[in-house]
């Protein structure tokens, strides 16, 4: 049995090929190995289809293949099921493919691989040479075949050898108006929708005067033929080299155009696993978020697009060091947090040495951990500037056989080249350094002062350019970050800013209250201040800092770095948005990771894939941004969620820090819907494996939301905590042991705090006394719940299932529980009484006749204390 197959996807050009190929092999039967594209789907609707006979791949025996043609594809992955048989003894392979060579490579016995525009092109020249008839039908989807993959005989990879098969399909009556009709395909609006959102993230990056164009989008939903898209996009803008990355569901697709020989994007997609040629490639990538996938993709491009050859191109910056001073031990640690192999060694600002790992190895091997570097650093050694070329670099480097070449600039360590990343520009198969700066320009910059100065209260706006003035005299950089931004752009208001400075924080923050008349608290530890102005307005100071975990769950360790870096440890893609404050670029909008894209697909998505193990109190975030933003958590986020739930690391975390989290949620509007969040990704249980949030908890808290809106709305002086009412109902099931060990494993804090916690069986009884006793006094409910915190008396309302008692509740809270006599201590004193313990058994007396609504005027109780004195009471 012979069989004619392609490539998973099939388009135009597989089918032209498959019809060209059954024109040489007429006894061959045609077999797509898997899914087609829209357009061909399409395609097998209209008449001229009928001149195929295509057999489904299910009723195919590979046992009794005899002969496999392939045409369009080379490549094991690329073709299905039949990649099973392609090394069975005794298959003859015959291949015919226009695409570049790539390691998996399948070899046959007869190979036709010829750099042409088509791989159709390939088989109509066989077709010519052989004198083989076809009909006008035939040479119409040929032609069709030969104009996809060409662009109409537009495409640079096209060549004479299209134009001539063109040419002789013409002559065999090719009908161009058919062609025309299936190549040009209307958009439908969820399609009109993507492309729109591709223009909007789009950006252009140049490296070494070439310009690449990045776009961007997801859907929640597969969508066919994005190819169609990148050639209206790429139309659209007149794009020479086009690379469009879309999410959807759990993967992301990349596709790839360039009119340019200087990028072969078949080249880089092989790069990512999936494949194509020079001018039209793609690539499937799972495991990865969309920012993740856009990090890997420009790093392939920086790799593979003329690297720039210059000391600051190739450097790790900031570099990683180690005082002088420190020991050994340090050293080894250093190494193995950060798989570096050597260090710069600085006393303070100044560079001193070099420490190697085979030094610190040994040092450590003979016992010596405890001496410091400074006693066995290299202290003969090169440095450049970072305008050094390429070849002062490697004569440095290689030449002297330094391991480490410091980059100093103005007597300051500002990076590092190591041999690597000599290795990466000699053979341009390295992956990017770590921590390096993308040294890319974005074509388009959006600024916010405008949005600012219309949004903001005057003093703040002012604040922000004083930020800027002030950080740009120091030489350092300010940026605004995180959910100030965020909620700017979604124009919500938000005055708690924080502030990144690119230098120290501290530093800056010193020289800020000097020049306007601030206070100043710092944190020495995590290089951060708070600026406190004198009407009480605050500002968060931060040095820009990466973060790594010691392990799992831990709170991270802090250390120094860029905007880019810092904004890269964050939670989620929608804080990652920073505003530069200096003057020269004031209000420019820094988004690195796509934070804008999300807001306007109120998509909740984290950054890498390990950010809910480092962090898992992530996961409460998450969930609290959807709920309050009415978001949602992006389906690769939550699957990560659903890991880190299997794992198990909730456990690593303290119940402090789990707390903090609960309160922030609890303390939205949104609080309810969050918590069924919690309940559907099994987060609950982390907090106590005993809640549950059945139809009748799920009341209880809707009656507890309309009872702490009721007493929102009394506008009463005394101010409850929201989130311990709310807090008291979710965990109402709970025994009485079990919440008490709750509370102390959360280390619920604060006199008053721990005074609501500790009330709970006390509240719990007060309800039961007052459900039981329908026809009670005024002073007599007084008495049950006057002991009582108003977070407590608010919750047994919430719990109370008859509506008297409620009423009784809510009288209490209006009317009995700020009651107070009308008489004082004065007017029992003008009315001969001497002072004393008698006062307050009086008052005592009089309050209870007032709240039993006995008394309700001064002369009542006048007459009321004579006759307790006529009693002889008092």
Same mark, same amino acid.
């Given at each position: ?20 190929? @059954? ?30 006979? =295509? ?46 060579? +790539?390691?998996?490579? =399948? ?9 042409? !525009? ?14 083989? &008839? ?13 104009? &996809? ?7 640079? +990879? ?12 013409? +002559? ?82 990349? =596709?790839?155009?360039?009119? #340019? ?25 799972? !495991? ?14 920086? %790799? ?17 060091? #180690? ?183 501290? *530093? ?21 201040? /708070? ?26 360790? /802090? ?25 020269? %670029? ?27 193990? &480092? ?47 609960? @309160? ?14 919690? @309940? ?14 059945? @139809? ?12 702490? +809106? ?22 109402? *099931? ?124 001064? &002369? ?15």
């Amino acid at each position: 049995m012979q069989i004619i197959t392609s490539h998973i996807n099939a388009d135009f050009d597989t089918l032209a090929s498959m019809l060209a190929a @059954k024109k040489l092999y007429p006894d061959a039967i045609l077999v797509f190995p898997g899914s087609l594209e829209k357009n061909l789907r399409d395609f097998f609707e209209k008449p001229i289809s009928r001149i195929f006979e =295509i057999e489904k791949i299910k009723n195919i025996d590979l046992t009794k293949i005899e002969r496999l043609i392939i045409v369009d594809v080379r490549h094991k992955k690329g073709i299905g099921r039949f990649a099973e048989i392609v090394d069975k003894p005794g298959i003859d392979i015959h291949i015919y493919d226009h695409h570049q060579k +790539s390691p998996d490579d =399948i070899h046959g016995s007869a190979e036709f691989i010829l750099p042409y !525009g088509s791989t159709t092109t390939i088989l109509v020249h066989l077709i010519k040479e052989k004198n083989i &008839e076809i009909t006008p039908d035939e040479a119409t989807i040929m032609m069709l075949g030969i104009y &996809e993959d060409t662009g109409s005989l537009t495409f640079i +990879s096209t060549t004479e050898k299209d134009y001539e098969a063109a040419a002789f399909l013409l +002559s065999k009556g090719a009908n161009l108006n058919i062609v025309s009709d299936m190549i040009k395909t209307e958009l439908t609006k969820e399609q009109v929708s993507l492309l729109n959102d591709l223009l909007e993230s789009m950006a252009a990056y140049v490296i070494d005067g070439i310009e690449v164009v990045i776009a961007e989008a997801s859907s929640d939903t597969y969508m066919g033929d994005i190819a169609v898209l990148v050639h209206r996009l790429k139309d659209i803008e007149n794009i020479n080299c086009l690379f469009v990355l879309v999410q959807m569901e759990d993967r992301i697709h990349l =596709i790839a155009r360039s009119r #340019i020989k200087e990028v072969n994007v078949g080249e880089i997609a092989r790069e990512l696993g999936g494949g194509g040629h020079p001018t039209a490639a793609a690539a499937t990538l799972k !495991g990865m978020t969309i920012v993740q996938a856009k990090e890997e993709l420009t790093a392939i491009l920086k %790799n593979k697009i003329a690297p720039k050859h210059f000391a600051k191109d190739m450097m790790s910056a900031p570099p990683i060091t #180690i005082s002088f001073d420190s020991t050994f031990g340090n050293a080894r640690d250093l190494l193995v947090r950060y798989g570096i192999n050597a260090m710069p060694v600085m006393k303070g600002e100044t560079l001193t040495g070099i420490i190697t790992r085979q030094v610190i190895e040994k040092a450590v091997y003979h016992g010596l951990e405890y001496l410091s570097v400074s006693e066995y650093m290299t202290t003969d050694f090169k440095t450049v500037g970072p305008d050094a070329s390429f070849e002062q670099v490697q004569d440095a480097v290689i030449g002297y056989h330094q391991r480490l070449l410091p980059v100093v600039e103005d007597n300051k360590l500002i990076g590092v080249i190591s041999r690597t990343d000599i290795l990466r520009l000699l053979h341009q198969d390295i992956k990017e350094k770590p921590y390096a700066e993308q040294e890319w320009h974005a074509r388009k910059h959006k600024f916010l002062a405008k949005l600012m100065q219309d949004k903001l209260p005057e003093k703040v706006f002012k604040i922000l350019r004083n930020i800027g003035n002030t950080a740009d005299d120091m030489g350092f950089k300010a940026y605004a970050v995180g959910g100030f931004v965020r909620d700017l752009i979604m124009r919500c208001e938000n005055l708690d800013i924080d502030i990144v400075i690119e230098g120290d924080g501290i *530093k800056f923050a010193n020289e800020f209250v000097l020049k306007f008349k601030c206070k100043v608290k710092t944190h020495e530890r995590f290089n951060t201040a /708070v600026i406190v102005f004198p009407d009480g307005f605050k500002l968060d100071i931060a040095t820009a800092r990466l973060e790594y975990y010691e392990k799992p769950g831990s709170l991270p360790t /802090v250390e120094l770095s860029s905007i880019k870096l810092d904004l890269y440890r964050r939670d989620f893609t929608i804080n990652t948005l920073a505003i530069a404050l200096n003057p020269k %670029n004031f209000g420019e909008l820094k988004d690195f990771f796509g934070a804008e894209r999300d807001i306007k697909e109120k998509a909740v998505r984290v950054l890498h894939n390990l950010s809910f193990v &480092e962090d898992p109190t992530r996961v409460f975030r998450a969930i609290r941004f959807e709920q309050k933003f009415g978001f949602k958590i992006s389906k690769h986020t939550q699957n990560l969620i659903k890991n880190a739930v299997k794992l198990d690391i909730f456990r690593r975390i303290s119940g402090k820090r789990v707390l903090e989290e609960i @309160k922030a949620i609890l303390g939205e509007e949104t609080y309810i819907s969050a918590i069924k969040r919690m @309940k559907e990704l099994d987060i609950l249980k982390f907090i106590h494996p005993d809640i549950v949030i059945d @139809k009748p908890a799920e009341t209880l808290l809707e009656k507890g939301d309309a009872v702490i +809106s009721w007493h929102r709305l009394l506008y009463l002086d005394e101010k409850i905590e929201k989130w311990l009412v709310i807090f008291l109902l979710l965990t109402d *099931k709970l025994k009485d042991e079990d919440f008490i060990s709750l509370c102390k494993n959360m280390a619920i804090e604060g006199r008053h705090r721990s005074k609501v916690a500790n009330a709970r069986h006390d509240a719990i009884t007060a309800l039961n006394n007052i459900q039981a006793q329908r026809d009670l006094k005024g002073s007599e409910v007084y008495k049950i719940l006057k002991p009582l915190p108003m977070e407590n008396i608010l919750y047994i309302m919430a719990k109370a299932r008859i509506e008297d008692v409620k009423k009784t509740i809510s009288n209490f809270i209006t009317h009995l529980k700020d009651c107070k006599t009308i008489l004082s201590g004065e007017d029992l004193k003008n009315m001969g009484i001497k002072e004393g313990p008698r006062y307050s058994e009086i008052f005592n007396k009089l309050l209870e006749k007032r709240l039993d609504n006995e008394i309700k005027t001064k &002369e009542g109780e006048e007459a009321f204390v004579r006759d307790l004195l006529k009693k002889g009471i008092g």
